[in-house]
């Protein structure tokens, strides 16, 4: 199969980012959900967990085999397939009976995601040229970040307007629409090269990256489940990345990692995906339990700092290619280190409520200046065969540094409440769980060091590929 002659790509472009951030939104939104929904299908909160844990599990496990998807299956089918899971997951988890019914919508609705977001980056590699792709990047940045953004709030009003069942409508609608608007404007961007299956890294795979980010993800439980299956991700993740390389036809070319931008640039993602995760699910916990704000207090809070993050993103896009990678690498990851030394050192369970806004628009800016050139860079630096590859693997280790940034938060928590507690015995629950946020923070600090470290060795690619 021959590629098509696009003669304008921007409504498919448009249309990915857009499905993109419908799928983020149904993801993040149901985060406000989950006390409904234990209440409705009368569950604990471990097993609503499940919702979110689910949905990072398929993503998990589908994304790295995107990049055979792409190579199997037109660029059109691929985009019908995806519409078709996320419609049909939302219908299912707006008429949800049970909770095992919702959970399954959830991972129908994950299929489509996961199909989608690793598709959009493909495209746009092939059809932006490389001195616009920042600009492309950037645009897909800010609608990737405002997604979980506003997420949360809207599912609020949401909720309170009608019920968490209104939520899976809303996508259903919106989802609908987009693809009759700009279906018909969709060509196919890539040839169909077919390479042999490999079932063996199929199964690998899934066993591999499924029990990591399950592991990770079940980690401050500590159960059995969740350790066995943790080393039996590591074991299949190692015995995967060997037979990637054993193979003439790796399922996920692993080779992506002999470029020295793309393999510094996958670790600055990793690094900041799993920040950015974790400061998600500890800001919100430290304003409402230790300052005793209400969830919609704690919700505007943040705010700002996130819509900040998505209104930065198409400026740092539109102005890479003059200013590159290495500043905005480094400076995102500069102001990354200040925010959390700042609230390591300031967090107590009097900390103004200001100061935290303040802190989380600085660590927010900095998040605006890391995502778009980290991953515009490393896959600048690959030659047009390994796109999808690349793509994939950016988009995994999008979903383990999820799994391992909420799960590695709750375990830092927990650990420095505990010691805390030792050293206090006395103290109040407000202050506790200041305490153990401090803890906390002082490893965020660490990580965001790491990065800044790191980030001083990316360069800009010599050479275009083509």
């Known amino acids: 199969m021959t590629t098509e002659t696009i003669r304008n790509p921007k409504p498919m472009v448009v249309m990915l980012m857009i499905a993109a951030f419908v799928g983020l939104f149904g993801e993040t939104a149901m985060n406000m959900a989950m006390t409904e929904v234990m ?43 995806a519409f078709i899971f996320s419609v049909v997951g ?55 970040t405002l997604a979980p953004a506003i997420g949360p709030t809207l599912a609020g009003f949401i909720i309170d307007i009608a ?23 969709v ?34 439980e500590a159960t059995t489940l969740s350790t066995t299956l943790l080393i039996a991700g590591i074991v299949a993740l190692i015995l995967f990345v060997w037979r990637q390389f054993a193979t003439k036809e790796p399922m996920l070319n692993l080779r992506v990692f002999k470029y020295r931008n793309f393999t510094l640039g996958s670790i600055l993602l990793f690094l900041a995906f799993g920040l950015i995760l974790a400061m998600a699910i500890l800001i919100p916990m430290y304003l409402k339990g230790s300052l005793l704000l209400s969830a919609t207090s704690a919700g505007l809070a943040m705010l700002v700092g996130n819509l900040l993050n998505a209104i930065l993103a198409p400026v740092v896009g539109n102005t890479f290619d003059k200013v590159g990678p290495k500043f905005y690498l480094t400076f995102g990851f500069l102001f990354f280190s200040i925010a959390t030394g700042l609230l390591y050192f300031f967090t107590t369970d009097a900390t103004p409520v200001w100061f935290i806004v303040v802190v989380y628009i600085i660590f927010f800016i900095g998040a605006s200046t890391i995502i778009m050139p980290a991953q515009t860079n490393s896959l600048n630096e690959l030659p047009r065969h390994l796109y999808a590859h690349g793509s994939a693997v950016l988009n995994t280790f999008q979903q383990v540094a999820s799994a391992a940034g909420t799960s590695l938060t709750i375990v830092l928590l927990t650990a ?20 153990g946020a401090q803890h906390t923070f002082f490893w965020f600090f660490v990580v965001a060091l790491v990065g800044l470290v790191i980030a001083l060795f990316v360069k800009r690619p010599n050479i275009p590929q083509k």
């Open 39 to 81: 209440t409705d299908f009368n569950i604990s909160a471990s097993t609503a967990q499940w919702l979110t844990t689910g949905y990072l599990l398929v993503l998990g496990i589908l994304v790295p085999v995107s990049a055979s998807i792409i190579q199997w299956i037109s660029t059109r089918n691929i985009i019908t397939i």
């Open 90 to 144: 939302s219908i299912i988890g707006a008429l949800a009976p049970t909770f095992s019914v919702l959970l399954l919508a959830r991972i129908i609705q994950a299929i489509g995601t996961g199909l989608i977001l690793p598709l959009m980056i493909n495209v746009i590699l092939i059809v932006v040229p490389i001195t616009k792709r920042g600009a492309a990047m950037g645009l897909m940045g800010m609608l990737i």
């Open 163 to 185: 019920s968490w069942h209104y939520i899976f409508w809303v996508s259903v609608v919106l989802f609908i629409i987009v693809y009759t608007i700009f279906m018909a404007k």
């Open 187 to 220: 060509y196919n961007v890539s040839e169909l090269t077919k390479p042999k299956i490999d079932l063996l890294s199929i199964l690998l795979s899934t066993i591999g990256f499924g029990g990591l980010v399950y592991g990770l993800s079940s980690l401050a």
């Open 416 to 435: 420095g409440q505990t010691n805390y507690a030792q050293n206090h015995p006395n103290a109040s629950m407000e202050t506790l769980l200041a305490g």
